[in-house]
């Protein structure tokens, strides 16, 4: 398979790069476009991870289809939301997660 182009009008995953939005993540604000999911808000923002695991490894986006649950965060209050699956809105507040063994 080889690389094209989508015309946005096209682009069926509902991206609009001409409808910003803004998220706060940890308190601090992150922009974004409509459509985005909140791993890619986070990950065009130079946010490579957002949680550690037990052992207390940062962990991010790793299957980035939903079937894994390194990429977990708190979202308006509702937790293990995956970033990978929920599309921003514009005023969410995200919130990093952290499983380390205590």
């Known amino acids: 398979m080889s690389a094209r182009l989508v015309p946005a009008g096209a682009d069926r995953t509902g991206r609009r790069p001409d409808v910003p939005l803004r998220i706060t993540v940890d308190g601090e604000p ?13 990950l065009a923002a130079g946010r490579r991870t957002w949680r550690r695991g037990p052992s207390g490894a940062p962990r991010g986006v790793f299957c980035g289809i939903g079937a894994c649950f ?8 509702v937790p293990d939301v995956r970033a990978c699956r929920r599309r921003a809105r514009d005023g969410d ?10």
């Not at 992150?30 to 986070?42: I, K, R, S, Y």
């Not at 390194?70 to 209050?77: F, K, P, R, Y």
């Open 30 to 42: 992150v922009d974004g476009v409509a459509g985005q999911t909140l791993a890619g808000v986070l």
């Open 70 to 77: 390194d990429c977990l965060l708190t979202v308006n209050g």
């Open 93 to 102: 507040a995200v919130t990093t997660q952290s499983r380390e063994a205590r």
